[in-house]
């Protein structure tokens, strides 16, 4: 009987893991800058495995060959948020630009919700917000950036509700 509950869970876990998450970014209309947000179901677990589950994923996993590791702040993580202030090297045809962006992760018992907001880019001598361009030239570049970034933030996210899911706080050794 206990086999029969186990193969269910992992059933049950494995369809919502598989579920394609696909966000698009947008301005805002209000403040008209690139924003997108949304909240992330992850199983009936507390909000403190999911944040555990997510600062080890962020800070080990996904950013953990780079610099980049020293953008997670935890200033908030008593109330259940992380923020992050992160960058992506965008394709070789935009001459490696890097488009940096801050998300913030806030956690409740059985989901999570996501912010990404700040976009900017940073290539050769400019650093400029997306909403800020004003030449053809930067306005094709920061249409490529947006193709980037959203597929950047759909593969953040679906790699980051994976690991969340199936996260086992191993503190217990």
Known sequence: ?????????SAVTSTV????????????TITGKYSTSGVIPVSSKPSEAIMKGAYKWLSEIKYA??????GIILDEAVF????????FISAPETFNSKVRFTLT????????????TDFY????????EF??????????LVMQFLRESTAYINSFLSEITEYTTNYVDDSNW
């Open 1 to 9: 009987m206990k086999y029969l509950i186990l193969i269910m869970l």
């Open 17 to 28: 893991v598989s579920q394609q998450i696909r966000v698009i970014l947008e301005p805002d």
């Open 121 to 128: 880019y940073l290539a050769v001598t400019k650093r400029k």
């Open 65 to 70: 060959a780079t610099l980049a590791s020293k």
């Open 105 to 116: 992760l806030e956690f409740r018992d059985g989901r999570f919700r996501y912010h990404f």
């Open 131 to 140: 909403e800020s361009v004003t030449t053809n030239d930067d306005k094709l």
């Open 80 to 87: 259940g948020k992380i923020t992050v202030n992160q960058y």
